[in-house]
Nanobody, 127 residues
Framework: QVQLVESGGGLVQAGGSLRLSCAAT????????MGWFRQAPGKEREFVAA????????YYTDSVKGRFTISRDNAKTTVYLQMNSLKPEDTAVYYC????????????????????WGQGTQVTVSS
């Protein structure tokens, strides 16, 4: 089992920044690829960003490229999502997720490929 707890959400004005954190406990964190997803009211949960277990590979959905950065610290068993130049359309509940992976460079994009999920943290961007 892996337990994931997100933090760092809040209310920010458009153009502002937030850094989300996801602290993991349980099984060996470094064997899990990690991802961030988000879900806006009335919409399906969507992929935002992913990082391989080694941290050497990352992948982003087009709408956040150049604005968001995913990173991880395996020693602290934490994954981060730095969000800059936030827009009102970024408003959503943000979830982190863990997918078991033995491939050093593999990122996991599919929602159904993830094994564990956090409870989510609300991000609200005002215009």
């Amino acid at each position: 089992q892996v337990q994931l707890v997100e933090s760092g959400g809040g209310l920010v004005q458009a153009g502002g920044s937030l850094r989300l954190s996801c602290a993991a406990t349980g099984r060996t964190f470094s064997t899990y690829a990690m991802g961030w997803f988000r879900q806006a009211p009335g919409k399906e949960r969507e992929f935002v960003a992913a990082i391989s277990w080694s941290g050497s590979s990352t992948y982003y959905t087009d709408s956040v490229k150049g604005r968001f950065t995913i990173s991880r610290d395996n020693a602290k068993t934490t994954v981060y999502l730095q969000m800059n130049s936030l827009k009102p359309e970024d408003t959503a509940v943000y979830y982190c997720a863990a997918a078991y992976s033995v491939a050093r460079f593999k990122v996991v994009v599919g929602l159904g490929e993830y094994d564990y999920w956090g409870q989510g943290t609300q991000v609200t961007v005002s215009s």
